[in-house]
C-alpha cells in the first residue's frame, strides 16, 4: 500500500520528503516549497455548538460573530 507522507521544514511544505514544485519559479519568483492551491473554506465557518462556540468569542465583543469572521477573513485574502 502506497502512502503520501507531507511535511513542513521552516517554511516550506514537502511531499515523500521532497519540496513541492521543486526548482520551479512562477513570475520571477521561486514556488518550492510553497502550496499554491490552499482550502480557504476553513477560514470561513460558524460553530452552531453551544458547548464550543465560546472558544471562537472576540476580544472585543466577548461574542461569536461569524459574519464578522467572513468580512475580516476576505478582506485579509489579498495579504
Known amino acids: 500500500m502506497r502512502k503520501t507522507a507531507v511535511s513542513i521544514k521552516g517554511d516550506q511544505f514537502y511531499i515523500n520528503g521532497e519540496p513541492t514544485y521543486k526548482g520551479r519559479i512562477w513570475n520571477g519568483k521561486k514556488i518550492e516549497g510553497l502550496l499554491m492551491n490552499s482550502r480557504m473554506v476553513q477560514g470561513i465557518f460558524d460553530d452552531l455548538n453551544a458547548e ?27 495579504q
Not at 472576540?58 to 461574542?63: E, H, I
Not at 461569536?64 to 476576505?74: A, G
Open 52 to 78: 464550543t462556540v465560546s472558544r471562537w468569542a472576540y476580544s472585543d465583543t466577548k461574542k461569536w460573530d461569524p459574519e464578522r469572521n467572513t468580512r475580516e477573513f476576505v478582506a485579509a485574502m489579498p
